[in-house]
Nanobody
């Protein structure tokens, strides 16, 4: 079992930046592949960024590529999402997700692959 707690959301103007954090407790954090998903009102939850257990492999949705950066600090049991050049269409609830995986380099992009979820943090980008 692992517990995930997101923080860092808020209200920002278009073009601004935010850094989300997801703190994990429970089993050994380095055993988990991690990801950030987001869900806008009336829309399905979608993949934003993912990172492998060892942090060497990352993947991004096309909509955030070049603007968002996912990273992790296994010593601090934390994964981050640095969001730059934010746009109004980035407005959503952002969720951290985790799954134990044998592969150290695998990154997973669908909601069904993740077993553990945080409660979410709201990001609102004004135009």
């Amino acid at each position: 079992q692992v517990q995930l707690v997101e923080s860092g959301g808020g209200l920002v103007q278009a073009g601004g930046s935010l850094r989300l954090s997801c703190a994990a407790s429970g089993r050994i954090f380095s055993m988990y592949a991690m990801a950030w998903f987001r869900q806008a009102p009336g829309k399905e939850r979608e993949f934003a960024a993912g990172i492998s257990r060892n942090g060497d492999t990352t993947r991004y949705a096309d909509s955030v590529k070049g603007r968002f950066t996912i990273s992790r600090d296994n010593a601090k049991n934390t994964v981050y999402l640095q969001m730059n050049s934010l746009r109004p269409e980035d407005t959503a609830e952002y969720y951290c997700a985790a799954i134990i995986q044998g592969s150290t380099i695998g990154v997973y992009t669908t909601t069904s692959e993740y077993r553990y979820w945080g409660q979410g943090t709201q990001v609102t980008v004004s135009s």
